[in-house]
């Protein structure tokens, strides 16, 4: 039997997508889970593995090894259902949120993973605004089933009321912790009943359904549990919004599944799920071309880069920028220009399959490749057959912490800023400079970036330089009429900075003073996140 999909184009089979949540809420295991379950991989333990093997490799980075924190963020490929998955993985330390926030603007759509004990944390607050920047699709996995949780419905409304978002069950538990069964399935009146795996379980194996209204429910969950139950899925249908695609589509909407990812338990149905509903690569925002985006379906090569990552091997400047195609068939080999200009002939693209790493002779919109290069690229580039092109949106935080650079032989502050700029162009932090005194300011959203920054500085450009903490502590991005502009300059001179792009930035003590200013000046626009032009 041909698969319905194998008619589609290479590009409409791509599913691109990350996991998002706080640390602990299980996004490792889940990831692990994901790729078992589709075959991916075969042994549990090959993420984490893998992740090792990475770290071994990256001697040059002794923070890494140190902390035990993996750096890097990579994709991993998959098929399932006659579908491509790439599965943008996103470092699970809280301070690398930058990195993270990068890769959410080369996935098409996300997983949203919440801990069924505590729900909505902190830091999946945060990564849900930066979906929504872009409106990208969240389908939500409540995790942890097999541990005590908040009441299902208590966990709705948490999805409701912090994350402003529709929450759709599709599912409906029954009972959590060592009281847990399995889940209703809410759109075919059947169960899927939860068996704990044992310890000489091979792969996973699909969960066994039965039918709600038939008699072996009955072996299954007990009179009250069953009563439960159809009670509980009843109020879900009455009270909750069904289930709209259009409105997951747009972002204002998420399905929510129930299960448990270190028990392998709904990861086959949150496979599904994706199959079902989780768009495809779509249009880009784009200048500089024939029309004002770029649509998978073109004909012209063009894609941008999210990630720049440096080498494993510090004698050697090797980065590799992981570029998300947006349109077109690319073939090894090609010639493609940024659109600053630079030439360059991609010979050795990388493609990231779960447990290998291959040349790829092809790759097509909502792929993501890895260029090798001697840092011609960096973060935020497009890179075309025409190099005409510049893709929109993809954008830096406004920095929580700001550290000052020191340097202790001031002979050398040509190499600071070579060495500044350049990792500023990895993304490793931001970097600003201040207009009065010309002194470099390097922020970021996380202190573990200045550590590596630090860290990097030294190693790598052989500079001893200390970062101390700076009069100011966040950043925003100016824009406004030009006299008002002006005006505030004026003022303000020695809060003013340029970033590595030229653009105006405010620096101020605190959260308040930003508002405070914003309130003097209501005719200049204060940004938390300004897109590389
Ligand atoms: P991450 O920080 O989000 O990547 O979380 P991990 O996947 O590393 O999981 C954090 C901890 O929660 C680990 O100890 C996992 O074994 C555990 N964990 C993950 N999923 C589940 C689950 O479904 N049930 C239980 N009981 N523990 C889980």
Redesign the pocket.
């Known amino acids: 039997m041909t698969s319905p999909t194998s008619a589609l184009p290479e590009w409409a089979r791509r599913r691109t997508f990350a996991i998002i949540?706080h640390?602990?809420?299980?996004?490792?295991?889940l990831t692990e889970n994901i790729l078992l379950s589709a075959g991916a991989i075969r042994l549990a333990g090959q993420v984490k593995a893998r992740g090792e093997n990475r770290r071994t490799q990256s001697d040059w980075m002794k923070i890494e090894r140190e902390r035990g924190i993996s750096v890097s963020a990579s994709v991993m490929t998959y098929e399932y259902g006659g579908l491509l998955f790439n599965l943008l993985d996103t470092p699970?330390h809280e301070d690398f949120s930058e990195d993270t926030y990068r890769t959410l603007t080369a996935a098409d759509s996300a997983i949203m993973?919440l801990d069924a004990a505590k729900g909505v944390e902190p830091r999946t607050l945060k990564l849900v605004e930066v979906c929504r920047l872009r409106d990208i699709p969240i389908l939500t996995f409540i995790?942890?089933m097999?541990?005590e949780a908040m009441d299902p419905s208590e966990l709705l409304d948490d999805i409701q009321d912090k994350l402003a978002l529709d929450a759709a069950p599709m599912q409906w538990p029954s009972g959590s912790g060592t009281r847990f069964k399995g889940v209703a399935d809410l759109e075919r009146d059947e169960f899927v009943v939860y068996r704990r795996p044992s310890a000489d379980d091979a792969d996973p194996v699909r969960s066994q359904r039965v039918s709600l209204s038939g008699n072996e429910i009955s072996s299954i969950l007990s009179t009250e549990e069953l009563a439960e139950l159809r009670e509980g899925a009843e109020l879900a249908r009455e009270v909750c919004p069904a289930f709209n695609p259009q409105s997951y589509r747009e972002g204002h909407m998420t399905p929510v599944y129930f299960g448990?990812?270190?028990?392998q338990f709904g990861v086959f149905e949150l496979l599904e799920a994706l199959k079902q509903v989780a768009p495809g690569p779509e249009a880009q925002p784009a200048t500089g071309g024939p029309a004002p985006e770029l649509t998978p379906d073109g004909k012209e090569v063009a894609g941008f880069v999210f990630k720049v990552q440096a080498n494993m091997d510090p004698n050697h400047r090797d980065r590799v920028a992981f570029m998300r195609l947006c349109s077109g068939t690319f073939k090894r080999g090609m010639k493609l220009k940024t659109d600053s200009g630079k030439l360059l002939t991609v010979s050795s693209p990388i493609m990231f399959f779960a447990q290998d790493r291959e040349l790829a002779d092809e790759a097509y919109a909502g792929d993501v490749i890895g260029v090798p290069n001697h840092g011609a690229l960096r973060v935020g580039d497009t890179l075309s057959e025409s190099g005409k092109w510049r893709v929109a949106g993809i954008p830096n935080f406004a920095p929580e912490l700001l550290r000052r650079a020191r340097l202790k032989d001031p002979l050398k502050a040509k190499h600071l800023k070579k060495a500044l700029e350049s990792l500023a162009e990895e993304g490793v932090t931001q970097l600003f400079r201040l207009q009065v005194g010309g002194d470099f300011v390097v922020g970021a959203v996380g202190a573990l970036q200045i550590d590596v920054m630090a860290e990097r500085v030294a190693a790598e450009y052989n500079l001893e330089v200390t970062f101390e903490p700076s009069p100011y502590e966040t950043a925003r991005w100016i824009t406004g009429p030009r006299d008002k502009l002006e005006a505030l300059i004026d003022r303000h001179k020695s809060a003013i900075a340029e970033d590595i792009d030229g653009a105006l930035v405010f620096m101020a003590k605190n959260a308040w003073e930003v508002s405070y200013t914003q309130e003097k000046w209501p005719d200049i626009e204060f940004h938390r996140a300004k897109e590389r032009r």
């Open positions: 949540s640390p602990d809420a299980g996004k490792t295991t699970g993973v995790n942890k097999d541990r448990s990812a270190l028990r």
